[in-house]
């Protein structure tokens, strides 16, 4: 069976960092896009960036240039460095592996972003 776990959560004051990571577990075939979405309070759960088995990337507008998404592949790990933190980026932060057939979640680990 596949699972996400993800790791690297917690508390940082505004301006800091943070670096999330995601292992795959229970396939030896490769995600064709992983990434990661965030729901805060009261919100919808939102792409906040992703990345293909090619490397390519997207990521959410309001993370550009701070957020930066990286993979192994034959780890079947993703990475989300977080730099630049604000308060508006605290929320659950779950990882998401897609193939053609069916999408798979993490349990999501939260980051708070408060002094």
């Known amino acids: 069976q596949v699972q996400l776990v993800e790791s690297g959560g917690g508390l940082v004051q505004p301006g800091g960092s943070l670096r999330l990571s995601c292992a795959a577990s229970?396939?030896?075939?490769?995600?064709?896009?992983m990434g990661w979405y965030r729901q805060a309070p009261g919100k919808q759960r939102e792409l906040v960036a992703h990345?293909?088995?090619?490397?390519?990337?997207n990521y959410a507008d309001s993370v550009k240039a701070r957020f930066t998404i990286s993979r192994d592949n034959a780890k079947n790990t993703v990475y989300l460095q977080m730099n630049s933190l604000k308060s508006e980026d605290t929320a659950v932060y779950y990882c998401?592996?897609?193939?053609?057939?069916?999408?798979?979640w993490g349990q999501g680990t939260q980051v708070t972003v408060s002094s």
């Open positions: 229970g396939s030896s075939r490769s995600f064709d896009v």
């Open positions: 998401n592996g897609k193939y053609p057939s069916r999408d798979y």
């Open positions: 990345i293909t088995s090619g490397s390519r990337t």
